[in-house]
């Protein structure tokens, strides 16, 4: 993991090297997709010092139940740099991906992907160190360019179309009716009409969120509660 944290100078060099290998194109046959994995991050403070968990939540992608969850704590050491917030999370996210049992065939990531300003958001940043096609699912719009989206029907699964320098950065997607919309890009190795199609399968009636990411969230909430509570008590 010590190739992830760099130099300050080397930062945007990685980057726009990482950013040259970005494939908007399926690496795999969407019939062969069996297991989703949603990865969220949540972090606390104690005693002046950073900490994060990191949840990963792996669902049968046609029955839609839980098949694994695991998690990890550690201190984070990087700053809060806007733009580079990859550097600070993929130490954790890896870490906790080698505690995985089961091998995932797409893994969704609580952030951007491709909606990013330089394209690389967490969930393309992430891509290069796990092999694996990858998703970006953001509960907020980030800005790029000072280009606004433009807001779906108020119907089930519309989505516009986010556009920037008529460079397609991803979709604004309406989950349910009468909700707020999500904003979903591709991470790495997978298209665009894919991203659509696997998230929608994944959506259910009990959030605007795909299962996977919404079970990320609501553990890494959880952990955290459990963490600070157990420290209030000491």
């Known amino acids: 993991m010590n190739d992830i944290i760099v130099k300050n100078d080397e930062y945007e060099e990685l980057i726009k090297e990482l950013s040259s290998r970005i494939i908007l194109k399926n690496n795999f046959d969407i019939s062969d997709v069996k297991l989703v994995s949603g990865v969220d991050l949540a972090y606390y403070e104690i005693s002046g010092k950073n900490y994060a968990v990191c949840s990963i939540c792996t669902v049968d992608y046609k029955s839609k139940e839980l098949i694994e969850e695991v998690h990890c704590y550690d201190e984070v050491n990087f700053p809060y740099i806007p733009g ?5 999370e993929l130490p954790l996210i890896l870490k906790t991906f080698k505690l995985l049992k089961k091998d995932p065939n797409i893994v969704m990531f609580d952030g951007n992907g491709y909606l990013h300003f330089r394209n690389m958001g967490i969930a393309t940043h992430a ?8 998703i970006g699912i953001a509960k907020n719009y980030l800005k790029i360019e000072n280009v606004d989206y433009m807001m779906p029907e108020d119907k089930a699964f519309a989505f516009t179309d986010i ?3 008529d460079v397609v950065y991803g979709r604004c997607l309406r989950t349910h009716s009468h909700v707020k919309p999500i904003f979903i890009s591709c991470g790495n190795y997978i298209d665009l009409d894919t991203v659509v199609t696997i998230v929608s399968n994944l959506i259910n009636k009990e959030s605007r969120l ?3 990411v ?3 969230d609501l553990e ?12 209030e008590q000491r």
Not at 127 to 134: A, G, R, W
Not at 220 to 231: E, G, H, S, V
């Open 84 to 88: 580079y917030l990859a550097f600070r």
């Open 127 to 134: 891509s290069f160190y796990i092999n694996k096609p990858t």
């Open 163 to 165: 556009i920037i320098k």
């Open 210 to 212: 795909p299962i996977p």
């Open 214 to 216: 919404r079970l990320a």
């Open 220 to 231: 890494t909430k959880k952990l955290r509660r459990d963490i600070l509570a157990c420290f």
